[in-house]
């Protein structure tokens, strides 16, 4: 169970889908009963905050998975993890400073 679990790809997997569902989550807690979720996206795009909000989800998100992979020494499935992490970074500038 554990070598299925412990796959670079797996955790590339992971630490795509979490941040995505991470910022869908706080959105659901903090602004369902205020506004649709078509309102809050525009309303990001509207105040330019939304790779900001971009950065939170991977951050936070990912260094959940990131540390909890190390400490149960699956660190094929961290890999992975970073992986995303900087791979969101590079998009989040790409959007925040045009490159």
Do not use: C, Q, W
């Not at 997997?13 to 996206?41: D, N, W």
């Not at 990912?62 to 992979?69: D, H």
């Amino acid at each position: 169970m554990k070598s299925r679990i412990n796959s670079t790809p797996l955790g590339l997997i992971i630490g795509i889908l979490v941040p995505i569902l991470s910022i869908f989550l706080v959105f659901a807690v903090r602004f369902k009963a205020e506004m649709s979720l078509e309102t809050f996206i525009d309303s990001l795009l509207v105040h330019k905050i939304y790779t900001k909000v971009m950065a939170l989800g991977v951050y936070f998100g990912n260094i959940v998975f990131f540390f909890l992979f190390i400490k149960t020494d699956l660190l094929k499935a961290a890999r992975g993890v970073l992986l995303a992490t900087i791979l969101y970074s590079l998009a989040i500038m790409v959007f925040r400073f045009g490159m």
